[in-house]
Every structure is written in structure tokens, then in C-alpha cells.
T-cell receptor
Framework: DQQVKQNSPSLSVQEGRISILNCDYTNSMFDYFLWYKKYPAEGPTFLIS?????DKNEDGRFTVFLNKSAKHLSLHIVPSQPGDSAVYFCAAINTDKLIFGTGTRLQVFP | GAGVSQSPSNKVTEKGKDVELRCDPISGHTALYWYRQSLGQGLEFLIYFQGNSAPDKSGLPSDRFSAERTGGSVSTLTIQRTQQEDSAVYLC????????????FGQGTRLTVV
């Protein structure tokens, strides 16, 4: 049972445009959400997070939106840069355990 | 150390052999996680430690997989009688006590079973 779902395995965006990565979850008990970025041959690195008491968190070019009623969160990257090309994982925390989605591969082309 | 350290970085083993993968978490981090990523797949949860105890072993794929953590620090993931489907990148992460903090990952161990 996949509690955290990323239904788009890949996304291609032109440099300078907005990238929107989506994530859905099924467990209403999740109270903290995170996005990780992973380059090939490296471990995932933390990007941005949001608590369930908020609906938006912004850090530079990265903004995460949370819609609790829809059990949906999204990561917006604007403007997108070629260096943003990576696999992005969303994750949720439930009783200290991190549960990851399957990832979305973002490719930003010039 | 400054980050999570995993060893070896690469391991090639023959089918049927046992392997041990090691994880050195960030000093002071009480929570430790093991995940694996098979080719083309997402991050699959294996096991979670809080201190030396493992409150959640639900992700271990079979009884050939086991993990331990000693002294609240180093963890070892052991795979007995390896099979080709065990080939994957095994990732370890650690975080401070309490749920709402990010976890920091090691570089992973790429295991290839031939």
C-alpha cells in the first residue's frame, strides 16, 4: 500500500519556466512533509519541508504548498535551472518514520 | 564525522554469499533508517532504529535480511544467501530524536549480486 504517491515519473521543463512536482498521500495522520533531491550516484539531500499546520513554505526558488483537504502537496521551482535536473522525492513523517514516494525525474533543458 | 558514512561504496558478490553493509550516522543522531533503491524504483523502506532498538522492521523483504545497531551509533545491515534481486543501492539516513526533522543520507552502497 503506497501511502505517498508521485504519479508523474518524469517532467521536462524549459530553463526559466516553473517546474511543478506533485505528491499525494493517503494517511491523514502525517504531520510533516519533506522534499528531497537526488542526483545519480549520490544520496538524497533535503530540500524543503512543511508542517501540516501550514499551507505554504518558501525558500528562495523553492515553494512547497500543502492542501490537507485534498491530501496533496506540490513543489514549485521558479525559475527552473539546468542544475535542478534530478530526481525529486516527497516524503511524509508518521511516528518518526520517513515514508517516501517513488520519485519524479525532472529534466530542465536550455 | 560530518555526515553519514556508508561502507563499502560498492560491493559485488556471488549469489548465495552473505554480505554486511555498514552505516556510521551523524554523531548524536538517535534515529537511523535503511532504505534501498532498485534500478528504476523509488526509495523502499527497510528498517528504522531509535537508539539501539528497531520499532519498525516492517520493510525487511525476507528473513534473509537483518540489521543491528550497537551503542546507539553504527548500524550493520546483513543480507544472507544473497539473490540477484537483492541488487540495489542501499541507503542509510540518520536524524535527531523526534519526528519533525529532516534525515541526512549517506552516499549509499551499490550491491551487485552476480
Amino acid at each position: 500500500d503506497q501511502q505517498v504517491k508521485q504519479n508523474s515519473p518524469s517532467l521536462s521543463v524549459q530553463e526559466g519556466r516553473i517546474s511543478i512536482l506533485n505528491c499525494d498521500y493517503t494517511n491523514s495522520m502525517f504531520d510533516y512533509f519533506l522534499w528531497y533531491k537526488k542526483y545519480p550516484a549520490e544520496g538524497p539531500t533535503f530540500l524543503i519541508s512543511i508542517s501540516s499546520i501550514k499551507d505554504k513554505n518558501e525558500d528562495g526558488r523553492f515553494t512547497v504548498f500543502l492542501n490537507k483537504s485534498a491530501k496533496h502537496l506540490s513543489l514549485h521551482i521558479v525559475p527552473s535551472q539546468p542544475g535542478d535536473s534530478a530526481v525529486y522525492f516527497c516524503a511524509a513523517i508518521n511516528t518518526d518514520k520517513l515514508i517516501f514516494g517513488t520519485g519524479t525525474r525532472l529534466q530542465v533543458f536550455p | 564525522g560530518a555526515g553519514v558514512s556508508q561502507s563499502p561504496s560498492n560491493k559485488v558478490t556471488e549469489k548465495g554469499k552473505d554480505v554486511e553493509l555498514r552505516c556510521d550516522p551523524i554523531s548524536g543522531h538517535t534515529a537511523l533508517y535503511w532504505y534501498r533503491q532498485s534500478l528504476g524504483q523509488g526509495l523502499e523502506f527497510l528498517i528504522y532504529f531509535q537508539g539501539n532498538s528497531a520499532p519498525d522492521k516492517s520493510g525487511l523483504p525476507s528473513d534473509r535480511f537483518s540489521a543491528e545497531r550497537t551503542g546507539g551509533s553504527v548500524s550493520t545491515l546483513t543480507i544472507q544467501r544473497t539473490q540477484q534481486e537483492d541488487s540495489a543501492v542501499y541507503l542509510c539516513a540518520s536524524s535527531t530524536v523526534g519526528g519533525n526533522t529532516e534525515a541526512f543520507f549517506g552516499q549509499g552502497t551499490r550491491l551487485t549480486v552476480v
